[in-house]
């Protein structure tokens, strides 16, 4: 176990890192923050910098050097940088994680390997493999690139009447997974953490509103039976044992209406702390930051209790962050900003987050 | 009302600086903090540092011109330092108030102008006119230095049979006051704050347990009746608003009981956030941190309200922060750790806070 005082390398300069690096601050850890960017939200919060490239060797083992622990706030660490890190110490999340989460095919494989419901998914390398997987799947199905997908990118929907070949090249012509559609009725989420003793605690499922492809709403808790929760949280320690998992993990699941009940089809496993459990910042007793780096640590998981009856998070994309004057004056809003300097279309800005009594 | 990205200048390193720091970066703020001592805590987590002397004036007006506002942590600014600060940037609170509190006379005579009830008090300069004082006051009564108090320093009992020669000489032979004996049941305080528009907002009362001198335990709210608190809170905002308070504010008080209800007498006046309000770091809407940045900085208040149906804090002083690993593996303890790299008997190292449902 880490002691206070020790120092916490985090991979990653973004809102993650930078709220990684406070939550430590609390435990009295240090935070060394390693991000190429020199102007990243996480270097106003932490105890050390280092500006490099993920794939600078020097950079990397200097720093590993100077910390006790390294973690990531993004799962495209490139395989490279992680091996160089691990070469000086532990790296948490182990990277074998992190080539799971890179690629969608090896991660809904590692899934149905374990029993764990995906949408049903083929291979494409090109416009044959794509019309063999569409003759299968039927239509609608969605088109996802296999690597570097996120916040809807790298997708591409095969509704009726979409041309195969443009669809793929919408791509970039990269390696690719058909996923069958998935009939869904509501988007949830598990953020839960394993800790290295193999503890294994959960938050309340919360339900997540997308809006053109990014996380637009998250309320905790979801408005699922009991029985559906504790499958979602069911399989969610599967996969982190399996992986042998230490820190926080999200998977993102649909849920889909039966004739009796819902079923659970698992869509994404994120390898960090997630953009659905900013709420614990405000509305549980311990953050999912705190508890990230508890785990990192080697230290005990904290409570992961919610405060109130509901809790709602709303992002602030682009423009909306504009009107902080405007929440901030709104009584019971707890108002997040990330500091970033620049505000585009799209870019998450901050997040809103409303504790209910 | 500064931006988000605005930097607030924060004298002092301490654990209260540290914890405004990171409450600022929540709504985007950037904090430079100034402080003599290379190793202090706050350094860790801000955006700017500068290490000098607070009667360095080159480096002071420096800082002062890389920020947009300054606040400080600690009430014993030297007068030198906020005028040259003052020539700069606004300073907030304003520093009149540190005169007013830097003085236990001119505090208390400046409570008695409002008409807020004070222990007896007579200015004692001498063996003499101590004298005097415990003549008119009696014995039991309390020595107190007027200047440089805190956590039982500078202070001495003077009971029956003490040599009052001696009690004025163990505190330094300095400017002091003799204040008379309070029957109080009950030490509250009221932690609350104002902002540039005036809006006064205060959380509830809280209860504190002292031991040897310095505070152990807070508990939220404290058992008084709602006359009592609602008192508590007009004397707080009377006083706020007769000082032009921008900031938290924290007020003092003991309660007495009497034949018929309560009765409440100010002990002490601090103009910063203040250890009995650590307790909304994990059990308010809005901490204490943030809810004085946000004063500062000229934004709208944040909500109190307290999360569940208590809310214990609980010092860990010197060794008691050596149980780290026991008080992390405590299911529900909430555990901040100030990052200081010495532990020293009486010294405060971090606090443990408890929200019950």
Known sequence: ?????????????????????????????????FSPVADDPAFDVCAARTCADFLDEAALAAFAESVDVVTYEFENVPARTAEVLEAHRPVRPNPKVLALTQ???????????????????????????????????????????????????????????????????????????????????????????????????????????????ILATTIAPAAIADETAQAAIDMTRRIAEAADYVGVIAVEMFVVPEAQGERLIVNEIAPRVHNSGHWTLDGAVTSQFEQHMRAIAGMPLGATRRHGSQVVMRNLIGADADKWAEILADDGACLHLYGKKESRPGRKMGHVTRVFP
């Open 1 to 33: 176990m880490l002691k206070p005082g020790a120092t916490v390398g985090i991979l990653g300069g973004g809102q993650l890192a930078r709220m990684l690096a406070t939550a430590g601050a609390r435990l009295g850890l240090k935070s060394h923050v």
């Open 103 to 213: 690629d969608r095919l090896i991660e809904k494989q590692f899934m149905r390997g374990l029993g764990v419901a995906t949408a049903d998914f083929v291979d494409v390398c090109d416009v044959d493999s794509l019309a063999r997987a569409v003759a299968r799947l039927g239509r609608p199905a969605i088109l996802k690139t296999r690597r570097f997908g996120y916040d809807g990118k790298g997708q591409a929907r095969i509704g009726e009447g979409v041309d195969l070949t443009q669809a793929l090249a919408s791509l970039g012509a990269v390696p690719a997974i058909l996923e069958g559609f998935v009939p869904f009725s509501k988007e949830v989420s598990v953020v839960a953490a394993r800790g290295l003793d193999g503890d294994f605690r959960a938050y309340d499922i919360c339900e997540n509103v997308h809006e053109h492809h």
